[in-house]
Nanobody, 124 residues
Framework: QVQLVESGGGLVQAGDSLRLSCAAS????????MAWFRQAPGKEREFVAT????????FYANSVKGRFTIARDNAKNTVYLQMNTLKPEDTAVYYC?????????????????WGQGTQVTVSS
């Protein structure tokens, strides 16, 4: 059973940066497609970014493209989300997710394991 634990959230001002981390245990990270999702109050969970098992391929939601970067260190069993130029609309709980299948999925129902989430709040 894969377990995911996010960290790095917090309260920042618009324009600031944050780096989220997701530590995986209970399985080899290198076999998993990883992703970040987020959920704002009153809204559905939405896709943010995904990265292939090797880290070679990445894909982003249009709303974060050019500002966020997903990366992974399989040796450390950790996935990262570097968030730059944060905006108030980025405020949400951010979730790390893992998928046993192939790379390229953006639907939350397609992911098999989830972390507990970490709060990111961006003030204007």
């Amino acid at each position: 059973q894969v377990q995911l634990v996010e960290s790095g959230g917090g309260l920042v001002q618009a324009g600031d940066s944050l780096r989220l981390s997701c530590a995986a245990s209970g399985g080899a990270l290198s076999s998993l497609v990883m992703a970040w999702f987020r959920q704002a109050p009153g809204k559905e969970r939405e896709f943010v970014a995904t990265i292939s098992q090797s880290g070679v391929s990445t894909f982003y939601a249009n709303s974060v493209k050019g500002r966020f970067t997903i990366a992974r260190d399989n040796a450390k069993n950790t996935v990262y989300l570097q968030m730059n130029t944060l905006k108030p609309e980025d405020t949400a709980v951010y979730y790390c997710a893992a998928r046993l299948g192939s790379y390229g999925s953006v639907g939350s129902h397609e992911y098999d394991y989830w972390g507990q989430g970490t709060q990111v709040t961006v003030s204007s």
